[in-house]
Nanobody
Framework: QVQLVESGGGLVQPGGSLRLSCAAS????????MGWYRQAPGKQRDLVAD???????KYADSVKGRFTISRDNAKNTVYLQMNNLKPEDTAVYYC???????????WGQGTQVTVSS
């Protein structure tokens, strides 16, 4: 069963921007905090930003000031606006719901973000 579908990735030059979207099942959206994660080759999957059902946001230090997470409850969709992209942002980006530290759905396919000149 598909619960999370990420889209919006692509190839961009350093300094460029992308907007990622994650369409989530109503059963998990609006109930839990939604987060964006990324995993670079050979690296751990890390949380980069999240947003609670009440709209409170948090960001990893590495993306603070450059990325903005938002959610549209009517569309069951969470977004990640990524500005001033850097090569170190290159990764597969995933979304998921979580309660405290526990994710609430299986991982989707993710969307590839490549930042390169």
């Amino acid at each position: 069963q598909v619960q999370l579908v990420e889209s919006g990735g692509g190839l961009v030059q350093p300094g460029g921007s992308l907007r990622l979207s994650c369409a989530a099942s109503p059963s998990i959206f609006s109930i839990y905090t939604m987060g964006w994660y990324r995993q670079a080759p050979g690296k751990q999957r890390d949380l980069v930003a999240d947003i609670t059902s009440g709209g409170r946001t948090k960001y990893a230090d590495s993306v603070k000031g450059r990325f903005t997470i938002s959610r549209d409850n009517a569309k069951n969709t969470v977004y990640l606006q990524m500005n001033n992209l850097k090569p170190e942002d290159t990764a597969v980006y995933y979304c998921n719901a979580h309660h405290w530290t526990a994710v609430q759905a299986g991982w989707g396919q993710g969307t590839q973000v490549t930042v390169s000149s």
